[in-house]
């Protein structure tokens, strides 16, 4: 039997205030705008678990992210943007931390309700790896981050994209990562890369926001916030929040010691308590914004594959 920990901070999360069932409100969601096939979740039994060799203040840790470069020709691309497939991204890619590139999350289903993704820093790490490491909390951020591309394709981000991200690792001498998703879809594809590079004997932290989605694939190390998705690595405009979710996240790549380990932060999302009712509630929507979200979503998957 796996074990679950919910620790971290001086306060403990409301148990009563349950995460988003992501699974059962994505599939109510396309099934309600007249997609009949439910989309089918990646899950596995078995997890591979690499324990972390040295000591966080010794290693050198990369961020692996889900966020898309900027394109200035790909539309808008916010922040504030609405859904904008064309700016997606299809392989792995990889940039220098220096300067800190320009990266984009219009390309995923966040929650556009909630957050507007006007600070990067809620979806980038890397400032807070920085300060972490001049307080010699991280012995190395690794000199390039690396994007991983969200795919409804399971089988792509398996055989195609996991281990180009891996080979990529393993030659930057990398000792672990920091797995950083935004959409549903995006939790799954960043789950995936995570157990391949614990296969390879590279530890994963994931930072996220969809608890049933990356258990239900299987990790070994899973950080979860109870934000609005696009907000996996703090609160937005909130420095000290965003350096409590990195803490977390390192003090639980160190100290696992199995497989489906999984701790919950417990700060607190600061707007409307009801906003966990908002994200892709079917039950929410006339029939007229009903229509108009599937012409969207059909207008979206014809740009994302036309910039292909």
Known sequence: MTKKMTKIG??????????????????????????????????????????????????????????????????????????????????????????????????????????????????????????????????????????????????????????????????????????????????QSVSIAARAAEAAGIPAVIMGCARDIVEHVGVSRFYFSDFPLGNSCGRPDDIPSQDETLAGALSLLASAEQPRTTWQSPLRWPGPKNWKDDYSNIKKLSEDEIAKRRADFDKAKIAAKNST
């Open 10 to 187: 001086t306060s403990m999360a409301d148990d009563k205030d349950a995460p988003i069932a992501y699974l059962q409100r994505t599939r109510d969601y396309y099934l309600g705008l007249g997609y009949d096939n439910p989309y089918e979740w990646a899950c596995f039994d078995k997890v591979p678990f690499t324990k972390l060799a040295k000591p966080v203040s010794e290693a050198r840790i990369a961020v692996v992210v889900t966020a898309a470069p900027y394109q200035p020709d790909k539309g808008d691309q916010g922040p504030g943007a609405p859904y904008n497939g064309a700016a997606k991204f299809f392989s792995v890619y990889q940039l220098p931390i220096q300067p800190e590139p320009d990266l984009r999350i219009s390309h995923i289903a966040i929650d556009r309700a909630h957050t507007s993704a006007a600070d990067s820093r809620t979806f980038l790490p890397l400032a807070a790896m920085l300060r972490a490491h001049k307080k010699g909390k991280i012995g190395e951020v690794a000199p390039n981050l690396y994007g991983f591309p969200t795919n409804r394709s399971q089988r792509t981000n398996i055989e195609i994209d996991a281990p180009e991200l891996v080979k990529r690792l393993q030659r930057d001498d990398i000792d672990a990562i920091i797995a950083v998703p935004n959409c549903p879809v995006c939790h």
